[in-house]
């Protein structure tokens, strides 16, 4: 099984960014489709992104469309979260979760449908 760890959220202002970072340790991600998922305090666990297994097929939360960017470097064993334009509405636990997946471009955007999960990355945005 696959290890999954993240980095990289912080205390940030509305209208700034920030860079999350999921690294894979124990086993290579190329097999996995990948996801980043939120959970506000009180609130559902819910999807921002997921990305196919190959990289070239990606989903987006309409809530975040068009401000934040998924990408893997299946090299480096990495799948990473760009977070442009940033809200006090996105203030969350970030989750980023792994799956099994025989499609090279399938994308997946329910928690059921994933299995690794890691531990979780507080990002906060001020007012």
């Known amino acids: 099984q696959v290890r999954l760890i993240e980095s990289g959220g912080g205390l940030v202002q509305a209208g700034g960014s920030l860079t999350l970072s999921c690294a894979g340790s124990g086993r290579t991600i190329t097999t996995y489709a990948m996801g980043w998922f939120r959970q506000a305090p009180g609130k559902e666990r819910e999807v921002v992104a997921a990305i196919s297994r190959g990289g070239a097929e990606a989903y987006y939360a309409p809530s975040v469309k068009g401000r934040f960017t998924i990408s893997r470097d299946n090299a480096k064993n990495m799948e990473s979260l760009q977070l442009n334009s940033l809200k006090p509405e996105d203030t969350a636990v970030y989750y980023c979760?792994?799956?099994?997946?025989?499609?090279?471009?399938?994308?997946?955007?329910?928690?059921?449908?994933?299995?690794?999960w890691g531990q979780g990355t507080q990002v906060t945005v001020s007012s």
């Open positions: 979760a792994a799956t099994n997946s025989l499609s090279g471009s399938s994308t997946y955007s329910s928690a059921k449908d994933y299995i690794y």
